[in-house]
């Protein structure tokens, strides 16, 4: 893993509670869309997102859930630096 490609911590959270979503190599809109799309089901059980939700993109690195305050964003950590200090629970209970 320490000589792999480099992979972007990418996390859910509320401001006050954060989970782990994945990891990703792509710095960027696809690859926090493909990291929730893979554990969409447990995203939307964790925040209580309704059928009415609107997913909006403040900016290329965050996509704002549009209701509870939720969001999913890049943490600005590594794969290596999350599991070498402290990694955030994971979505998937």
């Known amino acids: ?9 990418i996390a859910l959270t509320n401001g006050v509670t954060r989970y782990l979503v994945g990891y990703t190599p792509r710095k960027g809109r696809p690859g926090l869309l493909e990291c929730v799309q893979r554990v969409g089901a ?40 999350a599991q070498d200090s402290r990694e955030l629970p994971f979505v998937r209970a």
């Open 1 to 9: 893993m320490r000589n792999g490609k480099t992979r972007y911590e």
């Open 42 to 81: 447990d995203v939307i059980r964790v925040t209580g997102l309704s059928e009415r939700a609107i997913a909006t993109w403040p900016d290329t690195r965050t996509m704002d859930l549009g209701e509870n305050g939720w969001r999913v964003t890049f943490t600005g950590r590594t794969q290596i630096e």
